[in-house]
């Protein structure tokens, strides 16, 4: 009876000793921007335009993930999210790890509002209220560095493929 608990607990023993050599750490790779396009933000105030860098999300893939997981965005980089659909528009910031502001825009491209300093890691809602048809996201606190507002407009352009 000795003899077979002292084989027992070193078995366990054994088994955990085993179990905790086995672990490993995953490490997330890091994503880096990929410039897709060019985007310019036309200030109908006073005719300022603001140039961008553009990441496009028009696949299903592209449009759920969006800047999840990403580490940071330089403020002339932003990501622009092309919808088939003109609806309105309901976005949130699961797994995104940089604060945003949330520019949506309609189909004739005009801002039709905002969502300011969107809480990374916040599951939310954060509603666009009126029917659009591509949202912009910037770093947050740009909308009103850039004073932006309803009725400003885009344009943009997709790099040529070789």
């Known amino acids: 009876m000795f003899i077979k608990r002292i084989i027992c607990i070193s078995i ?4 955990v000793f085993a179990c905790k050599e086995d672990k490993k750490t995953i490490k997330q790779t890091e994503i880096s921007f990929k410039k897709e396009g ?6 109908l ?23 999840m997981y990403r580490n940071s965005m330089k403020d002339n980089q932003a990501m622009l999210f092309v919808f088939d ?5 309901y976005f949130y910031m699961k797994n995104t790890k940089i604060p945003l502001d949330i520019i949506y825009i309609d189909e004739a491209k005009n801002i039709v509002s905002f969502q300011k300093n969107a809480k990374p890691m916040d599951e939310t ?3 666009s209220n009126v029917p659009a ?3 912009l996201e910037v770093n947050a606190g740009l909308v009103d560095a850039w004073s932006l507002a309803v009725g400003d407009s885009i344009s943009y352009t997709e790099n040529k493929i070789n």
Do not use: C, H
């Not at 366990?12 to 088994?15: A, E, R, T, V």
């Not at 060019?38 to 200030?43: D, M, N």
């Not at 659909?85 to 528009?89: A, F, G």
């Open 85 to 89: 659909d003109v609806t309105e528009r």
């Open 125 to 127: 809602s954060l509603p």
């Open 45 to 67: 105030k006073d005719s300022t335009k603001i140039n961008l860098d553009i990441e496009i999300a028009d696949t299903d893939f592209d449009i759920q993930t969006g800047l």
């Open 133 to 135: 048809k591509y949202v």
């Open 38 to 43: 060019t985007l310019s933000v036309f200030k």
């Open 12 to 15: 366990i023993s054994l088994s």
